[in-house]
C-alpha cells in the first residue's frame, strides 16, 4: 500500500532563508505522482508543485522546488527566500495508482517563518 | 468560477443531528472528491464522483454518511445521527481529467464540523 511520511511536525525558518521539508514515500507502483499543498490557517489546500516518477528534473515552480530522489523515495520541498506569508502547514502526497485520481496525504508539517 | 466552494464553513451541531455539506466544484471539472481532515493530520480520503457517478467510497465512510452529485455539477455530504468523532474539517476537491492523468486537484476551504 502506499505510504507518505512526513517526520518533520514542526520546523521554524529566518525569513528570507531557504528551508527543505522532508517526504518519504513508499509504493511499489513504478509510475506514481508527487504532489506538495500548502495549508494556511484559513484551511484552504493550495497546490504547490508536482513531480511524476517518470520525470526527468527535479520539478520547479517561482521559489519552490522539488528535490527528487527516486533511489531513497524522497520528494523534499525546498522553498527558497521564505516569506512570512509562507506560515502554513505543508502537506506531501500521492497520487493512488488506481485511476481514481485521489491523494494520499502525509501528516504534515508546520512552517513558522520568523521575521 | 473562481475556484471550488464549500458551504457553510463553519458548523456546530448537536450529537444525533443530521448535518448537509455542499460543494460547489470548478464548472469543468468532472471529478469531485471528499476528504476529511481531523487536528493536526493529513486528509483523509472519503469518495468521489465522475459527473454523476459515485464511483468510490472508503471505508471511513460509515453507513451515516451520504454523497451525491444529482447532476454532475455540486455535491452534498449528509451525516445522519451526528457523532462526536465525526468533527473535523471535511475538504471538496476537484480536477479535471481530460488534461492527463496527473492534473492537480483544487481544493475549497473546507467545512469544519463540531459535534457537542
Known amino acids: 500500500a502506499q505510504k507518505i511520511t512526513q517526520t518533520q511536525p514542526g520546523m521554524f525558518v529566518q525569513e528570507k532563508e531557504a528551508v527543505t521539508l522532508d517526504c518519504t514515500y513508499d509504493t511499489s507502483d513504478p509510475s506514481y505522482g508527487l504532489f506538495w499543498y500548502k495549508q494556511p490557517s484559513s484551511g484552504e489546500m493550495i497546490f504547490l508543485i508536482y513531480q511524476g516518477s517518470y520525470d526527468q528534473q527535479n520539478a520547479t515552480e517561482g521559489r519552490y522546488s522539488l528535490n527528487f530522489q527516486k533511489a531513497r523515495k524522497s520528494a523534499n520541498l525546498v522553498i527558497s527566500a521564505s516569506q512570512l506569508g509562507d506560515s502554513a502547514m505543508y502537506f506531501c502526497a500521492m497520487r493512488d495508482p488506481g485511476n481514481t485520481g485521489k491523494l494520499i496525504f502525509g501528516q504534515g508539517t508546520t512552517l513558522q517563518v520568523k521575521p | 468560477d473562481t475556484g471550488v466552494s464549500q458551504d457553510p464553513r463553519h458548523k456546530i451541531t448537536k450529537r444525533g443531528q443530521n448535518v448537509t455539506f455542499r460543494c460547489d466544484p470548478i464548472s469543468e471539472h468532472n471529478r469531485l472528491y471528499w476528504y476529511r481532515q481531523t487536528l493536526g493530520q493529513g486528509p483523509e480520503f472519503l469518495t468521489y464522483?465522475?459527473?454523476?457517478?459515485?464511483?468510490?467510497k472508503s471505508r471511513l465512510l460509515s453507513d451515516r454518511f451520504s454523497a451525491e452529485r444529482p447532476k454532475g455539477s455540486f455535491s452534498t455530504l449528509e451525516i445522519q445521527r451526528t457523532e462526536q468523532g465525526d468533527s473535523a474539517m471535511y475538504l471538496c476537491a476537484s480536477r479535471e481529467t481530460g488534461g492527463g492523468f496527473d492534473t492537480e486537484a483544487f481544493f475549497g476551504q473546507g467545512t469544519r464540523l463540531t459535534v457537542v
Open positions: 464522483f465522475q459527473n454523476e457517478a459515485q464511483l468510490e
